[in-house]
């Protein structure tokens, strides 16, 4: 095994551990799944409720429908990017989640200064202190690899972000000063694979990974937040799995990346 096969492999491994669950937490458990105008609906689709865990004693509304057999949301392309953040996403569910999903494609995870300039791009002015927390955590992922503290990805060394679905939540604004569908709390499954220097790619990919963004709508656009108001509304999914009829309930729709 090269060097630079080892490093891509051990930034994999550290990603998972230091990464998923670190940038927002958040949800709430009694709201019901946002119904976007712009996402395929199914006829037989339920409104889902949060749940820890599948269960053998909890009745299945519809046991024949899956993610995989149920309706797709349908990622809406961006308008403008900035700072090497997409924009331009509408005030709809759908837009949330696609912002949700760009954001996390392409986020620089392993680069501390594109990572600032994508971050403040996209986050809430509300969020004191966000920005440097994610770039902290950029930070600690090159050190725990062998890299600088600060600086790029290390040449030859490429990584790839897919999304396979999102559960979306509507979370309650306590000033009232929102509406519903203005906050919501966005889970996301997603795999990410190395790329070595000499093109081949990695053995030994991250697979099955979830996270959790808080976003708001906020002088236009989809904002990401970690305000605790949001955050004090713990919600946290059933697992995702494309052939679970659970995953189906809880809220998890697969993600459709525009041809």
Do not use: C
Not at 137 to 165: C, D, Y
């Amino acid at each position: 095994m090269t060097d630079k096969t080892r490093k891509a492999r051990l930034t994999l491994a550290a990603l998972g551990v230091l990464m998923v669950g670190a940038l927002i937490g958040g949800g709430v458990t009694a709201a019901a799944v946002l119904g976007g105008d712009d996402t395929e609906k199914d006829a037989g689709k339920a409104a889902p409720t949060a749940s820890p865990s599948p269960s053998k004693s909890k009745a299945l509304m519809y046991p024949d429908i899956t993610p995989e057999k149920g309706s797709k949301v349908k990622l809406i392309e961006p308008t403008g990017q900035k700072g090497g953040a997409s924009t331009g996403f509408p005030h709809t569910t759908d837009g949330a989640i696609s912002a949700v999903v760009y954001f996390w494609e392409e986020y620089a995870f392993l680069d501390d200064q594109k990572a600032r300039q994508q971050l403040e791009v996209v986050t809430s002015p509300d969020a004191d202190g966000y920005i440097d927390e994610q770039i902290s955590e950029v930070r600690k992922l090159r050190e725990s690899v062998g890299l600088p503290p600060s600086g790029g990805t290390p040449a030859g060394v490429t990584f790839e972000t897919s999304v396979n679905a999102a559960r979306v939540r509507a979370l309650t604004d306590p000033s009232g000063s929102l509406s519903r569908g203005d906050v919501v709390s966005v889970w996301l499954n997603y795999d990410r694979y190395a790329t070595q220097a000499d093109g081949a790619p990695d053995g030994d990919p991250l697979k099955d990974e979830m996270t959790q963004f808080i976003v708001k709508w906020q002088d236009g656009g989809w904002k990401f937040t970690d305000e605790a108001k949001y955050k004090d509304q713990a919600d946290f999914p059933v697992s995702y799995k494309s052939d679970s009829a659970y995953a189906w309930q809880d809220g998890w729709w697969q993600v459709r990346h525009v041809d």
